[in-house]
């Protein structure tokens, strides 16, 4: 398989769904990573940055900018944006406690804040 392929396909699906008014925070997430498999910054940020404004606490968009801001050299901004993700998870005592235990034991961490 082709990694460009996939990523090209990848982003043709979501943009199907967005064209069908039924994205979500997760569908631009979607396109923002195919984009950057394709080698294409610019809109991959604008697709996270669709995320974002639909949802401005999306865990997953929080963190796919502040990488995405990291690969491109701005730490001030990234670090901006990892702080977010930090304040937007959830606590440890809001998980399910099946989440909790996979969190806590699996990898050695003794709290989750």
């Known amino acids: 398989m082709n990694p460009a392929t996939d990523a090209r396909a990848a982003r043709e699906s979501f943009e199907k769904v967005v064209a069908a008014g039924k994205a979500d925070p997760s569908t631009f997430v979607g396109i923002a990573l195919a984009c950057r498999a394709l080698g294409e910054a610019p809109a991959a940020m604008?697709?996270?940055?669709?995320?974002?404004?639909?949802?401005?606490?999306?865990?997953?968009?929080?963190?796919?900018?502040?990488?995405?801001?990291?690969?491109?050299?701005?730490?001030?901004?990234?670090?901006?944006?990892?702080?977010?993700?930090?304040?937007?998870?959830?606590?440890?005592?809001?998980?399910?406690?099946?989440?909790?235990?996979?969190?806590?034991?699996?990898d050695g961490i003794d709290h989750v804040e």
């Open 46 to 106: 604008a697709a996270v940055d669709r995320a974002l404004a639909l949802e401005p606490r999306n865990l997953q968009a929080l963190i796919v900018k502040a990488d995405f801001l990291a690969a491109a050299g701005d730490a001030r901004a990234a670090v901006a944006f990892y702080r977010a993700a930090v304040q937007a998870a959830p606590r440890r005592d809001a998980l399910r406690a099946d989440l909790r235990r996979e969190i806590c034991d699996g």
